[in-house]
């Protein structure tokens, strides 16, 4: 401890307590703040109330001098240079985010300020909230000059959080201060130079050959801007994806082979061209809504959004569809589910679409049986108790079951043997909302295999009991 700059984290949420590890794991002396005592001491007693890989890994690695954590924004404030508001900015009822949190803090922040801070607003915010904050710090009375406000947006997603803020694409700096922008430029250091990475070389909790990240400066307004504007074009690529999917399912084609011809062009990229059940979680959904409406209220044409938001809603009446048009009746069917979070990798079931779809099986009658590797204490806390069960792995689910939903993206659910599957199914048939098997496979091995996107494979002409067997 004792080096790089001195930071507080305020908000011990996904975001800031990322930001908090990964600062300190490259050099600063961080406090981390949040109003919530119990998670406080969890943390204090080195556990992570989230599931994260390689967080825990290293905090473990930190000393009790280069990260602490309290309950106080003031002590965190005053021991600190560089202050990071990564509060939640939940939806409100009308779409846009609420943003009382933020003010909050700034205005508690204010009363703490003793010597020149820089804010950062690490949250994902609407265009003009740095404004905001700086006028909630004069309007507290914080000397202009004691104080710059500084939008730095965070790119980082569930599941691959660390290596996302160790090894970013881009680092975002929108301020008008000069003096801001060179603290924010040394706390960046160690990735803006490489040394950080040549120190850790080769740690699996860094991307394979990192590379130093560019950094931009930028306007506060553009800085807020690039995040909402870089989650909708996300956002946006899924739902074209899914468009383009309806129709090689008419066309005989398959979605990955178009998606994967599509993202050679380089201006178009291989990534986000997955398509699914459409996208769900914390921020996207949230991000979206909360985009559209400030579009809306500036008196932009943002329909264009709105149909991205259409689209993504589509997609899991498209599914049950599906799973109709191969299963009948749906009332007293016994389905294994595989995958109950928004993706795969984390236990994060908001906005899930696989918890959407089994929400309405349930309502439809139909006994579930779920498995999901991290996300069952989760999804339990949010569905029905009424015609669910949960099982310890993925060959328990299908035991006798009428047919085998995957919804989520968990590698270990491609690892899972056909023949093992059927002999555990009542019935070969398997609805994949991720695209996750091998299609050849399932074809030979006698499946009906429903995925999205790509033919289905039609009932093999066997009788059931023979395949059993099989
Ligand atoms: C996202 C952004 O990627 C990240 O930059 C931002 O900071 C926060 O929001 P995250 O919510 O963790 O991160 O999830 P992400 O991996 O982006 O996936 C979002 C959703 O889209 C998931 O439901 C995922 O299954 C879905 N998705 C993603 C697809 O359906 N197809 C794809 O090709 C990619």
Same mark, same amino acid.
């Given at each position: 401890g004792g080096q790089g700059t001195r930071i507080a984290v305020v908000g011990c949420g996904y975001v800031g307590l990322v930001a908090a590890v990964c600062f300190a794991e490259i050099g600063h002396s961080v406090i981390c703040v949040d109003n919530d005592a119990a998670k406080i001491r969890a943390l204090q007693a080195g556990q992570i109330p989230i599931h994260e890989e390689h967080l825990a890994e290293l905090l473990a690695l930190q000393s009790s001098a280069s990260l602490r954590f309290t309950t106080s924004i003031a002590e965190a404030v005053r021991a600190s240079d560089a202050v990071f508001i990564a509060v939640g900015t939940p939806p409100l009822d009308n779409g846009h985010a609420d943003l009382s949190f933020i003010e909050e803090v700034a205005a508690e922040i204010s009363g703490a300020i003793d010597s020149y801070k820089v804010i950062v607003e690490k949250s994902t915010v609407p265009v003009y909230t740095s404004d905001w904050i700086s006028k909630i710090l004069r309007r507290n009375g914080? !000397? &202009? +000059? #004691?104080a710059d406000v500084v939008s730095n947006p965070e790119f980082l997603r569930e599941g691959t959080a660390v290596r996302d803020f160790l090894c970013p694409d881009r680092i975002i700096v929108g301020t008008c201060s000069d003096q801001a922008f060179r603290v924010m430029t040394s706390i960046y250091g160690p990735l803006l130079d490489g040394s950080y990475y040549r120190r850790r070389a +080769? #740690? !699996?909790?860094?991307?394979? %050959?990192p590379t130093a990240p560019p950094l931009v400066r930028t306007s506060p307004a553009s800085a807020e801007l690039i995040k909402h504007a870089s989650n909708a074009f996300l956002a946006l690529k899924i739902s074209y994806v899914n468009t383009i999917a309806s129709m090689c399912e008419i066309a005989g084609a398959d979605v990955d082979e178009v998606a994967h011809g599509m993202g050679l062009d380089r201006r178009i990229g291989q990534q986000f061209l997955s398509a699914g059940l459409g996208y769900g979680g914390s921020c996207f959904p949230k991000d979206l809504k909360a985009f559209r409406s400030l579009g809306h209220e500036m008196g932009v044409d943002v329909a264009l959004l709105r149909e991205v938001e259409r689209i993504n809603e589509r997609q899991i009446d498209g599914f049950m569809g599906k799973i109709r048009s191969i299963m009948?009746?749906?009332? %007293?069917k016994k389905l294994a589910v595989l995958g109950l979070a928004f993706k795969g990798g984390t236990d994060d079931v908001r906005e899930s679409p696989a918890i959407k779809l089994v929400r309405q099986l349930l309502a439809e009658g139909c006994e579930i049986v779920a498995f999901d590797p991290a996300a069952m204490t989760t999804a339990r806390r949010v569905l029905p108790e009424e015609g669910i069960s949960y099982v310890d792995n993925a060959l328990d689910a299908m035991n006798d079951a009428d047919a085998l939903l995957v919804l989520t !993206?968990? &590698?270990?659910?491609?690892?899972?043997d056909p023949q093992a599957m059927k002999v555990q199914l009542a019935q070969p048939i398997v609805f994949d909302a991720r695209n996750l098997l091998d299609r050849e496979l399932m074809m030979q091995r006698g499946f009906t295999y429903v995925s999205i996107g790509r033919p289905a494979v039609e009932e093999c002409e066997e009788p059931v009991a023979l395949r059993r067997r099989a």
């Open positions: 914080v !000397d &202009p +000059s #004691a +080769s #740690a !699996d909790f860094l991307s394979h %050959n009948w009746n749906l009332r %007293n !993206d968990w &590698p270990e659910f491609r690892e899972i």
